[in-house]
Structures are given as C-alpha cells and as structure tokens.
C-alpha cells in the first residue's frame, strides 16, 4: 500500500531523486567514492556544489547581484545572524504573522543592540490572515523588514510582496521557498531550511544582495555573511551531501519545467483540498481564502473526538504525518513540491467517507 | 583498480555502512519512506537519534553527567559558542598546536569580554611537537583550558591529557574522536565535526559535562548549550541524515569490537608508515616522534620537485587527496577508522618504488 508522507519537514522528497542517490551512493560518476566521502575542496565536489549554485540561479531568476549561499544551523540560526550581521545600532522592523514569525521575533530581540518593532501582526485573528502592509508603515531609516512568506504551522502566506520602499525585505522562505513565483528582486535576503522544497536537513539556503553583506566584521566568523561569501560557502566544511541531493532536487524542477510548472501543479493540489474542506458538511478551514497556504493547510472538524478518530483513519491507510501541530491540533496536510496528486485524491476520498460516516451524528 | 581515499574530511566512511544505507535508502525498514524524508518528531526517527546517541555513550564510556548533543555547524562554530557560554567575562586559557588550535584561538579572541591567554606553544618548532603542560601553568581561576587533541593538518596529536587541576579541559577532537582511547571524564567538553571518523561533514558532536552548561542564557538559543541539552539537539531540525549514518558508523565499530580495537588498527597501520618514513633515504616526518599523529601523517622529500612527482605517481596510481595541505606542502596521509589497511601498504610499496628510482639521484 502506498504511503503518503504530509510531513511539515524533514519531508517527502521527489522519487527519481532518491533513486539516482541511491544508484551512485557508493560511486558517483565513476569515482569509486560516495559523495559523503569526498574532501569538499576536490574538484569534483567543487562540480557539484557550483552546479547546485548554478541550477538555482537559473531556477529562481537570482541576479548576479546576491550571493547565494549554502550554510548550516537552519532559519532557527538565521533568526539570530540577521539582526546580528544587518541591526546592531538600527531598527529591525518584523511582521507577525504566527509560531514562526514569533521565533524570528525573539530571536532579533535578543541580539544586544538592536530595536525591535512589529509594525503588523494578526495575533487578533488567532494569525488567520495575513495583515496589510502599507509603505506608510514601514519606517523608512529601519535596517530591514522582516516577513515569513508561509507559515508551516499556521498555514497562511504572503500572495503579494508588500513595497517596503527603500527598506530591504527579508524573507524567512522556509516553507515555500521554490514553490511559489516570488521575485529575488522584492528581496534583500531570502533564507530558508531545505528540508521541506530543497533537499535533507541540515543545509540552510542564504540568498543575500551584495549591498547587505555587514560592513563590521561579526564576532564570530561562521556567524558573518561577508565571510561566507566571500568564502562561497567554504569557510569551513559544507554539508556536502545535502548540498548534492538540493543539486539534484534543482535538476529534477528543472526537467518538470521549473518554479512555473510546479506553481501549478501545487495550486491544483491546493485547491483539490480546499474543495473539498470548503464544501465539507464537518471539516473546515479557519484561513482567510485570500491567504491560504498552498504548502500547509490546516483543517479541523471543530470536534477534537473526531479530529483524532480521523487522523487514526488516516494512520491505518498510510498518510503518514497528517497530525495538526500540537498547537493548533486537527490535522494538517503539507503539500510541497515532491508531494503527489494521488496523495491529495487518496486524502479527499477519505475526508468524503468519514463525512458520510458522520453524517446526521 | 581499487581507490584510496587518503582524504583528511570528509572523509573515507567504512563500506559496510555504505552498502547498508544505500540498500536502505528507499524504504528505511519497511516504512517506505528515505530516513532524509522522515519527521525529525517521529517516533521512527526518534528511534535513530535515540540509538546514536545510546552508542555514542556506550564507544567512548560517557558517564550520565555529559550531554551527547548532534548539532550543525562544524567545529569552526564551536570556536566561537564556547567562550561564548562559558567565558565572558572570566578568562580562557589555550594550547597553541597548529592551525586548528590557532583558528580557536583566534575565534575566541574575537568574543567580546572573554580573555584568551595561550599558555603554552610549539610555534617555536614550527607546530612539529606538543608543548608540556604542567598543572602549574593553569590559572586555576580560568573558565576552561582548551586544547586540540590532534592537529589535522600538522600531524602532531596528545598522547596524554595533562592535569589542570580543578579547570575543565575543553578539547577539539575533531580528527581523533573514536580513533583514541581518551577518557572522557579527563575533558569538560569534548567536541567534533563528524567528516572524519563519524559520517558526513554537517553534524558536530558535543560532550558536555552537565555541571558546564552555561549559567546565563546566550544571546541566540541556537548557540545556547542549555537551551540544546534541554532539547535534546531538537531545539530545531537537527541534521537528520547524517545523525542517522553517524549511528550505522557507530554500530560498525561496536561490530569491530569498539574502541580499543580500532585503536589497535590504527596503530599498526601508522606504524607501517612511519616505519616507511623513518627508513626511507628520501622520505621523513618533520613531526617529534612521540607526539605523532596515528591519524594524519605528514611526509616530504625535501624536494618541491620530487614531492610534486610523487604526488602525481600517485594520484595515477588511484591514491587520492594525498597532496599535502598547501600551508605544509610534500604529502599528508590520513588514516581514519575506515582507511582500509592495504592502502597503507599500497603506499608503502608506491614510497619504495620512488626511492629506488631515484637512489643515487
């Protein structure tokens, strides 16, 4: 029977990426060596990490401009870095938007030095919309602005990127970063983990304009982006195999077509399940239509006996990880890139028995 | 014909452990799903750090007061998180071996209120012994003395840990973890990238004994060993991937018959090798014999010229990444736990030829 993996992340990655990995696992192109085992500064690793650079500039239009980097310790990290490398002595203005945009909140409030000011947030809505950001907001002396393009937990997103005037907008674009057709040119510094539309965890995606890079050095060299970049990522050892299976990732988006290809196929999957909870006589969404999610849908029956008999339905027939986050409950499906069709089909024809099961209690 | 991978990080894994995560790859023990595919919060994969970690502690006998932490970021971030949580506003005190000892120190320079005193160096001799320390050298009011137990590209490496009374030895083992028989309870913190004798580059092990946990909480959590003791290494997503394939390299060293055992191979296939130097007519090892490295052996001519043949005979010959480091030139063999024992002889006999073609010369 075939699993369906709704995992948040680490997540499901695309089948004929696994299988190429698997085929060269102990011997990539002939090299007799696995890629784990290769010294990240022999030129044949120096291959791949360019071609995966490459393969992403290509895939989301980057200009030459930023610099695209592959580090570690995931947007948990780059919480901190940001106000750290860009805010020390400024203002770092922030959207609340939920669970992860509060963690980016924190985080920045507790680098020495930098003024924090939430100049939006939907906490009122119990952040099931996504608030308006008018230029009139935006203090125009302020570092940068920070925004969450999805909310994994919550399930909302930006449809459009605020203008923010001169200011830099940084993106946390964890969840979908590659997903949707967001343009590098409304950012200053988009970041992201891999581990939902990219690749394993443990690579995280920095992309940076040139001009942003910290005119001070930070105190810690792992730490300061100008060293990463100018070290292009090398300042000490990659994550060298997640960076080989994102290249692959990369490779296989660009077969299907790249970010406007899959933009559609993840509406269509979206909206399969959106259908069907918009038009359920039990299950519901609590998103504003207009700032859904397509990556991460929340939905709930608004009876929690019934929310965990479904979610154990669910289980027995193999959709795996379709558990709500423990702070919202119900259920969640996170429908990235490498998610199937037949995943979303196979949900909804459970959601329409379960509905008819219940139908009249 | 067979490679040998002599690779200093990342680098050569044992093949069983390769054979048996790709034949895995897919399909992680029936659940259909890539161990990279799975929810770090799953009971399955929680399974996998859990075993790591329960190997980890039984290998190196880790007493229950350490915390085993896999966290992201290579040693090169512990540089900077250690006198970040356990030095500001005390003093820290460092060994000068070598290059890595130096980036240490450097990056602890850079913390602002930590004061960094090397207390002992073997810049002196051009970083070929270790400099004694004796408990009376310690302050004994210092936060910590650091030391590297094994300088990777120098070659030299402690046989001894020294007595410094009542302040914790803080020690990078990087390049020896599991490869020497240390005693835990002899450090405070033992910490190491993974990409030589564990797994893929990307996941750094920390040993912390319990009482060292900072007092004070860190600027960042993701840099806060309390706030990633407390979690478990789960504060975010933990590198998955490559804590999974560290557990495999874990359970085939059990299978080996665990530390002492490979102590034993590694000591015998350095003593091939340095026995090879020692009488060769053209080859030697700059490095004090009893401080020498069983890990990284590094060798030359004396001839830029002859160094650069050599390493070219050999790269036809399939023995790659011998090239020594460009700051030390001539070649650098590194012996890890996996470094199979016919590539030392394969070299050995390489080394031989060489020296009889140009005897007289």
């Known amino acids: ?92 203005l922030y959207v609340n938007t939920g669970t992860w945009a509060e963690k980016a909140i924190e985080a920045a409030q507790s680098v020495p030095g930098v003024e924090v ?60 970063i590659l997903s949707n057709d967001y343009k590098v040119t409304d950012f200053g510094v988009i970041y992201g983990g891999a581990q939902k539309n990219i690749g394993p965890s443990g690579v995280t995606v920095v992309i940076i304009r040139d001009d942003l890079l910290n005119d001070e050095p930070v105190f810690a060299p792992m730490l300061d982006y100008r060293v990463q970049a100018k070290n292009k990522s090398m300042y000490n050892t990659p994550a060298t195999y997640g960076i080989y299976i994102a290249n692959l990732v990369f490779e296989w988006l660009e077969d299907l077509g790249g970010v406007p290809a899959i933009l559609k196929a993840n509406q269509e999957k979206a909206q399969l399940l959106y259908d069907a909870i918009d038009t359920s006589p039990i299950f519901s969404s609590p998103i504003a239509k207009e700032d859904r999610s397509i990556n991460n849908i929340p939905f709930v029956t608004g009876n929690a006996e019934w929310d965990k008999e479904f979610n154990q339905i669910a289980l027995a027939a193999n959709m795996q990880n379709l558990k709500g986050h423990r702070s919202v409950g119900g259920m969640r499906a996170s429908l990235y890139n490498a998610f199937p069709k037949e995943g979303v089909v196979a949900l909804v024809d459970l959601m329409k028995k379960f509905e008819e099961e219940k139908a009249g209690k």
Do not use: C, W
């Open 1 to 92: 029977m075939t699993v369906y993996n709704f995992s948040a992340g680490p997540a499901i990655l695309p089948k004929p990426v696994l299988e190429k990995a698997q085929k060269e696992f102990l011997d990539y192109n002939g090299s007799q060596l696995s890629v784990m085992e290769m010294s990240h500064r022999s030129s044949i690793y120096e291959g791949i990490i360019n071609e995966a650079e490459a393969r992403l500039r290509k895939l989301m239009a980057i200009p030459d401009n930023y610099h695209v980097l592959f580090l570690q310790g995931g947007a948990s990290l780059q919480f901190s870095m940001l106000p750290l490398n860009l805010a020390v002595g400024k203002k770092a």
């Open 117 to 176: 000011e939430v100049i939006a947030s939907s906490e009122d809505k119990n952040f099931t919309y996504v608030p308006k950001i008018t230029k009139e907001m935006v203090d125009q002396d302020a570092a940068y602005l920070h925004i969450t393009t999805n909310e994994t937990i919550g399930g909302i997103a930006f449809q459009e990127i605020p203008d923010a005037g001169v200011v830099p907008i940084i993106a946390d674009m964890s969840s979908n």
